[in-house]
């Protein structure tokens, strides 16, 4: 499975990558900015988007907005990280066309399996 992470935070990019690749086992695709993962998105053809909801310029739900006004990227599914998880906020992200939200800061070595249990809840489980 290939997994499109966005983060404007370089620590956090490197410890999503090494917790997608050596825990995880995924194939990692990595943006620093929202309008970056729209064109990885594009290019790359990810089977998830881990989205970071809180970046400069554009956020988590402009470019989720963006993704589905794409006929060619409406149907990758999106997972927004953040840490702002208040109910009215994740009915709000669910809404809007995420398929879940991963509270950060996240466990590195349960990042995957969490992963894996959204993407199963949803209806979009993929291997490995």
Same mark, same amino acid.
């Given at each position: 499975m290939k997994v499109l992470l966005?983060?404007?935070? @370089?620590?956090? /990019? +490197?410890?999503? /990558?090494?917790?997608?690749?050596?825990?995880? +086992?995924?194939?990692?695709?990595? $943006?620093?900015?929202?309008? @970056? %993962?729209?064109?990885? %998105? $594009?290019? @790359? /053809?990810?089977?998830?988007i881990l989205m970071d909801m809180m970046m400069p310029g554009m956020d988590g739900l402009e470019a989720l907005a963006e993704l589905k006004r794409d006929p060619a990227l409406a149907a990758i599914p999106v997972l927004f990280m953040t840490a702002r998880v208040q109910r009215t906020e994740v009915d709000q992200y669910l809404r809007l066309g995420a398929i879940g939200v991963i509270q950060k800061p996240f466990d590195p070595m349960l990042l995957p399996s969490e992963i894996r249990r959204i993407l199963d809840a949803a209806g979009h489980a993929k291997g490995p």
């Open positions: 966005v983060d404007d935070e @370089e620590d956090i /990019r +490197k410890i999503g /990558r090494l917790s997608l690749q050596a825990v995880g +086992k995924f194939e990692t695709v990595i $943006a620093s900015s929202a309008a @970056e %993962a729209i064109a990885l %998105a $594009a290019s @790359e /053809r990810p089977d998830l």
